[in-house]
C-alpha cells in the first residue's frame, strides 16, 4: 500500500522567513496530494491541494509543488506569521480526491515573532 | 467551523469497556470517515461509508466497528478496549464524489485507564 514520508517532524522559524516541508510517497498510482494544517485542539483543515496533472499551486503566501518522478512533494510558505504556526501534514490518494488518504507523521511549525 | 459534530469531546474509560463515538456530517455528505490519530502512528484511517454503505476500509481493529444511519449519522463502537486504544478519533465527511474535498470533525478524545 502507499506510505508517504514527511520531513521534517519539526521546524522552527523567524517571522517574515518561509518554511519548506517535504513529503515523499511510494505509489506511483497516486494522484491526489492535498495539505491540511491542524492547530491545537482542532481537526485537521485542508490549506491546499494539488492533483498529479498539475505541477505547482500557489494560493496567497501558500504554495505546493509536485515531482511526480521523484514521488515527492512539498509546502511552501512565505512571510510566515505566528498564526501560521501548527502541525501540518501531507496526504496522497490514489483515488483522485479524499477516498483511501494516506497521511504523513506532521510536521510541527513554530513561528517565532 | 467545518460543519462536522463529533460527540463526546472527552471520554475517560476503563479498560475492557464499550464506547460509541458518534459523528454528525456535514450537511449534504454522504461520505463519512472515521481516522484515530495517535503520537506514534500519526493519522490512521479507519473506515468510510457512503450514503449508509461501508466503502473502504483501513487499519480498523476487529474490535471496533462502525456504521452509518439513514439520517447519515455515524457511530464508531470501540470494544474490549485496551490502554493502546487511548487517542484522538475524528470524523470526517465529504461530498458525493471521490474529488471531493474532506472536512474534519474536532474529535473525540479518549483515554482508556
Known amino acids: 500500500g502507499e506510505n508517504v514520508e514527511q520531513h521534517p517532524s519539526t521546524l522552527s522559524v523567524q517571522e517574515g522567513d518561509s518554511a519548506v516541508i517535504k513529503c515523499t510517497y511510494s505509489?506511483?498510482?497516486?494522484?491526489?496530494f492535498p495539505w491540511y494544517k491542524q492547530e491545537l485542539g482542532k481537526g485537521p483543515q485542508l490549506i491546499i491541494d494539488?492533483?498529479?496533472?498539475?505541477g505547482e499551486k500557489k494560493d496567497q503566501r501558500i504554495a505546493v509543488t509536485l515531482n511526480k518522478t521523484a514521488k515527492h512533494f512539498s509546502l511552501h510558505i512565505t512571510e510566515t506569521q505566528p498564526e501560521d504556526s501548527a502541525v501540518y501534514f501531507c496526504?496522497?490518494?490514489?483515488?483522485?480526491?479524499?477516498?483511501?488518504?494516506?497521511f504523513g507523521k506532521g510536521t510541527k511549525l513554530t513561528v517565532n515573532p | 467551523d467545518s460543519g462536522v459534530t463529533q460527540t463526546p469531546k472527552h471520554l475517560i474509560t476503563a479498560t475492557g469497556q464499550r464506547v460509541t463515538l458518534r459523528c454528525s456530517p456535514r450537511?449534504?455528505?454522504?461520505?463519512v470517515y472515521w481516522y484515530q490519530q495517535s503520537l506514534d502512528q500519526g493519522l490512521q484511517f479507519l473506515i468510510q461509508?457512503?450514503?449508509?454503505?461501508?466503502?473502504a476500509k483501513g487499519n480498523i481493529l476487529e474490535r471496533f466497528s462502525a456504521q452509518q444511519f439513514p439520517d447519515l449519522h455515524s457511530e464508531l463502537n470501540l470494544s474490549s478496549l485496551e490502554l493502546g486504544d487511548s487517542a484522538l478519533y475524528f470524523c470526517?465527511?465529504?461530498?458525493?464524489?471521490?474529488?471531493?474535498?474532506?472536512?474534519f470533525g474536532e474529535g473525540s478524545w479518549l483515554t482508556v485507564v
Open positions: 450537511s449534504g455528505d454522504l461520505s
Open positions: 461509508y457512503y450514503n449508509g454503505e461501508e466503502r
Open positions: 470526517a465527511s465529504s461530498g458525493r464524489g471521490a474529488v471531493d474535498t474532506i472536512y
Open positions: 496526504a496522497a490518494s490514489s483515488q483522485g480526491g479524499s477516498e483511501k488518504l494516506v
Open positions: 505509489d506511483s498510482a497516486s494522484n491526489y
Open positions: 494539488i492533483r498529479s496533472n498539475v
